[in-house]
């Protein structure tokens, strides 16, 4: 199937927040043909709405669906789709320094296949919810239990888009680390289980001195906005910051950990648990 971008989305319209109609023989339902974003809008005190570059997820959607064997909106409709929605939403965005509008579009395989087989129709949708943080830290140091079983990505599968599937399966790592108090879960490559990957909803980054480091892209992390943008702001800002394999035991030994999201802004890690071998 070829994936196109843009031309076979007709024009959507604004409706009510409800429930949607979909058949069972859906894509998305029975193959998780799905990929998502995750913005936020901010009211600022002089009355403006800000979005942060919704270029760039439109730009992860499009690269998504590649992978995922689906149609795309192009980054125009995205865009132009991203703003009506706030627009529309503008009684909901929080007063600034009390939260945000965080706003989740949707694409998915809703057109009905039975074998084993990209869906026929697609459906984007975009809704909205008020936030504050994502944490019940705040912003307050996070508790991070690092997963020595459970993987959430493996090289030339789908860790690095953002597709509904790779949340269904952190699903359980994180319940069970929530359940001793954790915060979140942090995961390991799957292949020599001691290069650090991600966190189920962020990016991590390692400092040590004056140096940042990342784990690379590789295909198996998500290509966050925010982690891009800490990249720019810390070299602006004379750190050297690095991209490349970052090992448990460079974890450990670090000044100061912190992960980055649209959801979790940049959250500082107070305390790290690592109960694998070393
Ligand atoms: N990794 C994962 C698994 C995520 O779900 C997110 C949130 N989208 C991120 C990293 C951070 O990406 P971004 O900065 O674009 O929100």
């Not at 998504?64 to 995205?78: H, I, L, N, W, Y």
Request: aromatic residues 8%; glycine residues 10%.
């Amino acid at each position: 199937m070829k994936c196109s971008i843009g031309e076979s989305f007709s024009k959507g319209e604004l409706v009510p927040f409800g429930n949607i109609e979909i058949n069972p023989a859906a894509g998305v339902l029975n193959y998780g043909q799905a990929l998502f974003e995750g913005l936020k809008a901010y009211k600022t005190e002089d009355g403006n709405i800000l979005l942060f570059r919704p270029e760039e997820n439109g730009t992860r959607m499009i690269n998504g669906a590649e992978r995922m064997c689906m149609p795309a909106p192009s980054v125009d409709q995205f865009v132009q789709a991203v703003k009506a929605t706030v627009l529309a939403n503008e009684r909901w965005i929080p007063p600034p320094g009390k939260g945000s509008l965080y706003i989740r579009p949707l694409l998915m395989g809703s057109g009905s296949v039975l074998g084993l087989a990209p869906a026929p129709e697609y459906t984007f949708l975009i809704y909205v919810s008020p936030v504050g943080n994502y944490f019940k830290e705040g912003l307050s140091p996070i508790n991070l239990l690092v997963e020595t079983e459970m993987h959430r990505a493996t090289p030339g599968g789908t860790g690095g888009v953002k597709t509904i599937g790779n949340y269904a399966a952190v699903l359980k790592a994180q319940g069970a680390a929530k359940a001793k108090g954790y915060s979140d879960v942090l995961y390991l490559d799957s292949v020599e289980k001691k290069y650090l990957e991600e966190v189920s909803s962020c990016n991590i980054f390692i400092v040590k001195g004056n140096t940042i480091s990342t784990p690379d892209i590789k295909g198996t992390i998500l290509p966050g906005i925010t982690r891009k943008s800490i990249i720019d702001v810390a070299r602006d800002q004379g750190f050297q910051v690095f991209e490349k394999p970052v090992t448990v035991d460079a974890l450990l030994d670090a000044d100061e950990v912190f992960c980055t999201g649209t959801a979790v802004v940049v959250s500082p890690v107070g305390s790290i648990t690592y109960l694998g071998k070393r």
